[in-house]
């Protein structure tokens, strides 16, 4: 029986890996599967703002400064840069227009309107900075609603997959014998039913928001910066490998504080709750020094746990920030030479050093949810380990069955 009650209480015993508990937890995510849906949809959306922004400015940028001189090629006819760039967008209008039509049976004229928004930029500076920042207004408008719906869903699916673990974690606590109850402290079930259900809801929650919308614009950002030099990207990419690194080691070393974090707050709550129910007994032994010097030294080590954890999540921001940065200033230093050798003009230039520094931001933000995934799952182990608890007294299968009894008294017992 002890060594039943042992194995109960091991937070790996039964959930043994990261992916195998998050995949129990997604088990209660699919309940919910137009939720997920709307939030993934608004994730994409969010996460594609950041792109079209450093796409439009980049085009911006290259309608501006875009050479109109008259270059002659041989075997092809005398152009220019900004003609090239005008049947580039010809082309991208009229295909869009067929597009349209072929879907709504509708054609815009959008090739009219694109080549007059071209020259009037080319026109008037002053009217292209405004056109410019009205559309990144409007994206990011755009973008900011998307985030709201994201985050609105997002809370509604982790509110519920909570209400179910508790629902099912009260059930299971109230199934257990009498044995589960008198080998563990109240505290230490009170803190798996609230501050690790909490922290699970932490966790889930994180992923729902950033981890379903930071990579995406990681992503797109590298798909702009790709599409100006597939070299570059990879130098971009080689400067990551270093994080994926430092994330992993930081994981191992994250599991080992959070989980002595959360057995040292069940710790705390067990001493809390049981000078609350003894208190009459604390009075009148005059033992308030004791249980205080008890409750200190549980404190001491929980701050310590807490100290470390925070040291390890105050280390993600700046180093990711360092390697990239230094990959920007990097990009910065060898520009001239990029340009020549890789044929890259000015707004190229510009793509790849505002893809840099616009990675940075949900570089960092990937790197800081992953402390938060792994406190959830380790939160989660422990959840399920009690969830997956059977009682040591089992109904039997059949009920045995008695036959009719009955009492008989005789008049000198009756008297007696």
């Not at 995949?23 to 309940?31: F, G, Q």
């Not at 608004?42 to 594609?48: D, H, K, L």
């Not at 608890?389 to 009756?414: G, H, R, W």
Request: glycine content about 4%; some cysteine; charged content about 20%.
């Amino acid at each position: 029986m002890t060594t039943q009650n042992t194995n109960i209480d091991q937070p790996r015993k039964r959930a043994r890996n990261f992916w195998k508990t998050y995949k129990r937890l997604t088990s209660y995510v699919m309940k919910d599967k137009g939720k997920l849906i709307a939030l993934i949809l608004f994730s994409f959306v969010a996460a594609s703002s950041l792109g079209v922004i450093l796409i439009t400015v980049s085009a911006g940028i290259e309608v501006l400064y875009v050479s109109d001189d008259i270059v002659t090629v041989e075997g092809k006819a005398p152009t220019s840069e900004l003609n090239e760039l005008i049947e580039d967008y010809r082309e991208w209008a009229t295909d869009n227009e067929n597009s349209i039509e072929k879907w709504t049976n509708w054609r815009p004229n959008l090739e009219d309107s694109v080549i007059s928004t071209i020259h009037a930029m080319r026109a008037d500076q002053s009217y292209s900075m405004r056109l410019i920042a009205l559309m990144i207004i409007t994206i990011t408008l755009l973008g900011g609603i998307a985030r709201y719906l994201q985050q609105y869903f997002a809370g509604l699916i982790s509110a519920h997959v909570v209400q179910q673990l508790r629902s099912e974690l009260y059930g299971s606590i109230m199934q257990q014998s009498h044995d589960f109850f008198e080998s563990r402290k109240s505290g230490t079930i009170m803190a798996r039913f609230s501050s690790d259900v909490m922290m699970v809801n932490v966790g889930l929650t994180s992923v729902f928001v950033i981890l379903f919308r930071e990579p995406i614009k990681v992503l797109v950002i590298l798909a702009v910066a790709f599409s100006v030099s597939p070299k570059i990207t990879l130098l971009i990419l080689f400067f990551l490998l270093p994080l994926i690194l430092l994330f992993m080691l930081m994981a191992k070393k994250l599991k080992r504080r959070v989980t002595s974090q959360l057995n040292r707050l069940a710790s705390v709550t067990s001493i809390l709750i049981e000078t609350i129910k003894g208190i009459t007994v604390v009075k009148s032994f005059r033992m308030e020094e004791h249980e205080s010097s008890v409750m200190d030294k549980e404190l001491i080590s929980l701050r310590y746990q807490m100290t470390k954890i925070a040291k390890l999540d105050a280390l993600v921001g700046p180093a990711t920030e360092l390697f990239l940065i230094c990959g920007a200033a990097m990009l910065i230093m060898v520009g001239n030479k990029i340009m020549i050798t890789e044929g890259i003009g000015f707004d190229g230039l510009i793509k790849l050093v505002l893809a840099m520094v616009m990675v940075v931001d949900p570089m960092r933000k990937v790197a800081k949810i992953n402390n938060k995934i792994q406190v959830s799952a380790i939160s989660g182990e422990r959840v399920f380990t009690y969830l997956d608890a059977q009682p040591t007294v089992q109904e039997i299968a059949s009920p045995v069955e008695l036959p009719t009894i009955c009492l008989l008294y005789t008049s000198d017992a009756a008297d007696e």
